[in-house]
C-alpha cells in the first residue's frame, strides 16, 4: 500500500470564504469516490492557528506505484488541482506502508 499525503497552504490574503476556496475543497471532498484505484481518502481542514500550520490536508491511500500513477493522471484530479493551483501551493510526502 502506498499513502499519498497532501498539505496546501493558502496563498497570503486568500481566506477560506473564498467561492473559488470552497468549491476547490468540495472538489477534493469529491474525489476520493470519483477515482477507483483509491482504497482510502480523507480530507479536511486544519483547525490548528500555529503559524507552521498548514490549511487543508489530504490523506489517502492507494494499493501500488500503478494505482497512485493512474489517480494522479485522473481527469478529476487534474481539474481539482488546476483548481488549487489559483490560490495555494502544498507539499506532499507518498510512501509505502
Same mark, same amino acid.
Given at each position: 500500500?502506498?499513502?499519498? #499525503?497532501? =498539505?496546501? *497552504? #493558502? $496563498? /497570503?490574503?486568500?481566506?477560506? !470564504? /473564498?467561492?473559488?476556496?470552497?468549491? +476547490? +475543497? *468540495?472538489?477534493?471532498?469529491? #474525489?476520493?469516490?470519483?477515482?477507483?484505484?483509491?482504497?482510502?481518502? /480523507?480530507?479536511?481542514? $486544519?483547525?490548528?492557528?500555529?503559524?507552521?500550520?498548514?490549511?487543508?490536508?489530504? $490523506?489517502?491511500?492507494?494499493? !501500488?506505484?500503478?494505482? #497512485?500513477?493512474?489517480? =494522479?493522471?485522473?481527469?478529476?484530479?487534474?481539474?481539482?488541482?488546476?483548481?488549487?493551483?489559483?490560490?495555494?501551493?502544498?507539499?506532499?510526502? !507518498?510512501?509505502?506502508?
Amino acid at each position: 500500500m502506498i499513502r499519498h #499525503l497532501v =498539505l496546501f *497552504k #493558502l $496563498n /497570503e490574503g486568500v481566506s477560506r !470564504d /473564498e467561492p473559488r476556496v470552497i468549491a +476547490g +475543497g *468540495k472538489a477534493f471532498e469529491e #474525489l476520493g469516490g470519483q477515482v477507483p484505484e483509491v482504497e482510502f481518502w /480523507e480530507c479536511a481542514w $486544519n483547525f490548528s492557528e500555529r503559524p507552521i500550520a498548514y490549511d487543508f490536508a489530504i $490523506n489517502s491511500a492507494v494499493a !501500488d506505484r500503478d494505482a #497512485l500513477q493512474t489517480y =494522479l493522471d485522473h481527469p478529476a484530479h487534474q481539474a481539482a488541482v488546476a483548481q488549487w493551483r489559483e490560490f495555494a501551493t502544498w507539499v506532499i510526502a !507518498d510512501y509505502d506502508f
